[in-house]
């Protein structure tokens, strides 16, 4: 069978599960289910965790991007796993024990102000928007490989299902559905890493394998730093970023985890503050299957596409090349007429003498890095059922991913801005309209920038971890270990870390201020600190920091009701029961 | 806050302190600070610091999660803070 039949099958099979847990969780979300354990097993929510947060960034884009960055993609490792333990150690227990709904709802009820509730919903939005756009960019990719169409088209398909599902999905039971969408997406992770691991160094580990030997006796390592040298790029196991940037970059990724509104949300399902700890450990578990794995994959897939395209004759190349070619998402120009494919670093000027001895006349090979992962098992000559269930994989990490955030966009919108504040007499079933409708904006918004990506998937993800390292982190974090902080300082801290962190995004990514897009390159020289948009969360979070310090100092101490309150969230007895979603 | 609340809030953060300082040494020190030095040293066909940073560090967090879990809750216990 091709692997289009494959992926209908294997698609087709998964979404049916998916659809099904949802109608079946949501038929029995009744009394006698769930209110006599009082809310999920902390293992299962730590897988339903892990699917939430695993987004289509993580899933196709992350071992992509890592290995076209070699050392430097250590930051969205590191980033996205450390995030965790901040996560585990200094938010869970006590947003748990605080036992409300979402984020804003403890910014609002902690500093004692709707002002404060409404900041908090604007950076949530901000923060979800972002993510969700590079989710629906992974989603479009997906579809556009494997519906063999062009990446807008795949998008705008991607739209529809993603709409559909969070209509269908974003209600009660969500939580089981997640927890399928996981065992999918680490089956699918893992089965084809294991199978070129084995391939390639004969280990069934991989995240062991990437450091073994090929057939030869030689290190894979040795190997590749040796093959990237030969074409002029920097040795594969070396950064290249700035340690500056590189320290800047995982703290903002770090501090944007443990701020992210939809991960936290989940701590709030779970029966008891011991659970919620528990929870977070085994979340991080769950995740650290695939972030190992990702790292191996990596450089499996770096090292086979370097060896089987690296001047190789373009007529002669497999059929995944012209099937990627389709998509507009890899590009073959052959620039000197030889009818071979010259991949190499052109930008290296010290290696120009080398390619022009050897007839290269520029790079000739453009390939979105967004692709690696699901074009890997095909580099790699896996069976079509695996490529088609990387494409499942990846699907169930995107789906479940752009659920959570719908939601968190939703339940911002039509419970924390429109029934907390604006229409207080809003009914249930209004509440829900503005909840749908809020959906679907949220679902074109993202498309658009799905379609007009700022930045590959990964990339575009790091931005929203940045806003909510800027924003929330800091406010939860001082509202829970500073008693002296008050509205006033969280509020301003809030503003002013949402603020000039947007303003360096759009300055320094979008290049708003100096004539679009084609400025962005020249503009790097004049980073802050040589800090770039992707790191500048964790400045944009100190700001914040001193910022909200200084001013709660000069401003009245919080009520006393308002100590009493970070009193109680910080001893475990006495919680309230689970809430289930 | 009680005395014994406040004792217990003290405890709580001596252990974030410490864990947190794992946390800061793997990926900040050996993942980046040290990472060049460190690739001269070679486990298999790992450079040290690269490991640190793409693996290491990751298997560290695991377990200090994990590790807090447990300290918390023989905390919990001995003040008697745990839920019942």
């Known amino acids: ?581 | 806050m009680s005395k014994d609340n406040k004792a217990y809030w003290k405890r709580n953060l001596k252990y974030l302190f410490g864990l947190l300082t794992i946390w800061f040494i793997v990926s900040f020190i050996l993942g980046i600070v040290l990472a060049d030095s460190l690739n001269s040293i070679k486990i298999g066909g790992f450079p040290l610091g690269f490991w640190f940073a793409q693996q290491g560090s990751i298997y560290v967090f695991v377990v200090l999660i994990f590790i807090y879990m447990r300290l918390m809750n023989r905390l919990d216990h001995e003040f008697e803070v745990d839920e019942i």
């Not at chain 1, 594969?236 to 970059?249: N, V």
Request: contains cysteine.
């Open chain 1, 1 to 581: 069978m091709g692997v289009q039949t494959w992926t209908f099958i294997i698609v087709g099979i998964t979404f049916a599960l998916y659809i099904g847990i949802a109608l079946w969780a949501r038929a029995s979300t009744t009394k006698e289910f769930y209110v006599a354990g009082g809310g999920v097993n902390p293992i299962v929510n730590g897988m339903a965790t892990a699917a939430d947060w695993m987004s289509a960034a993580s899933f196709i884009s992350m071992a992509g991007i890592i290995s076209f960055m070699g050392y430097d993609g250590a930051v969205y490792l590191m980033g996205w796993t450390g995030g965790y333990v901040l996560l585990a150690l200094l938010l869970a227990p006590y947003l748990r024990k605080f036992g409300k709904f979402t984020v804003p709802d403890f910014i609002g009820d902690r500093y004692y102000s709707n002002t404060a509730r409404t900041v908090a919903v604007i950076c949530a939005l901000m923060v979800s928007f972002t993510y969700v756009a590079g989710q629906m960019r992974g989603v479009g990719v997906v579809f556009s490989r494997f519906l063999e169409v062009p990446i807008t088209q795949g998008v705008l398909i991607g739209m529809g299902v993603v709409f559909f599902y969070a209509v269908l999905g974003g209600m009660k039971g969500i939580t089981y559905t997640q927890v399928a969408q996981y065992c999918v997406l680490i089956f699918a992770f893992m089965v084809p890493a294991i199978f070129i691991s084995i391939q390639m160094v004969n280990n069934p580990i991989p995240q062991l394998g990437f450091g073994g030997t090929l057939s030869d006796g030689t290190y894979l390592l040795d190997k590749l730093n040796g093959l990237h040298i030969e074409l002029g790029f920097s040795e594969y196991t070396q950064g290249t970023k700035p340690m500056i940037d590189m320290i800047a970059i995982t703290a903002a990724l770090m501090c944007g985890t443990a701020g992210l509104p939809h991960v936290i949300v989940r701590f709030f399902t779970v029966p008891k503050v011991r659970d919620a700890r528990k929870s977070a450990g085994y979340a991080l578990l769950f995740i650290a299957i695939l972030y190992t794995a990702a790292p191996a994959i990596a450089v499996f897939a770096r090292t086979n596409l370097i060896t089987t395209v690296s001047n190789q004759k373009y007529s002669e190349l497999p059929e995944w090349f012209n099937n990627w070619e389709t998509t507009g998402l890899l590009a073959f120009e052959d620039k000197n007429g030889d009818g071979r494919v010259q991949y190499y670093n052109d930008k290296n000027e010290a290696y120009t003498e080398i390619a022009e001895q050897r007839g290269w006349k520029g790079n000739e090979l453009t390939i979105d890095r967004d692709i690696m992962v699901l074009a890997n098992p095909e580099i790699a000559r896996l069976p079509n059922w695996v490529i088609a269930l990387v494409a499942a994989g990846g699907l169930a990490a995107a789906l479940s991913t752009a659920a959570g955030l719908l939601l968190v966009i939703s339940t911002s919108i039509s419970h924390d801005l429109l029934k907390k504040q604006i229409l207080p007499g809003l009914t249930d079933r209004q509440e829900l309209f503005w909840a749908r409708a809020s959906a679907a904006v949220g679902v074109c918004i993202a498309g658009y920038f799905g379609i007009h990506p700022p930045g590959f998937v990964a990339a575009v993800v790091a931005l929203a971890f940045g806003l909510a390292a800027s924003s929330f982190f800091p406010a939860i974090i001082l509202g829970i270990f500073d008693k002296r902080m008050n509205m006033q300082g969280a509020i301003s801290g809030m503003v002013i870390g949402i603020s000039i962190m947007s303003l360096y995004i759009l300055k320094f990514k979008f290049g708003v201020f100096d004539g679009g897009k084609e400025a962005v390159e020249s503009l790097q020289s004049s980073w802050w600190f040589g800090v770039s948009p992707e790191g500048f969360g964790t400045i944009a979070m100190f700001v914040n920091v001193i910022t909200a310090l200084v001013v709660s100092r000069l401003t009245p101490a919080p009520p006393s009701e308002i100590r009493e309150l970070v009193e109680m969230i910080r001893i475990p007895r006495g919680a309230a029961k689970g809430i289930v979603h």
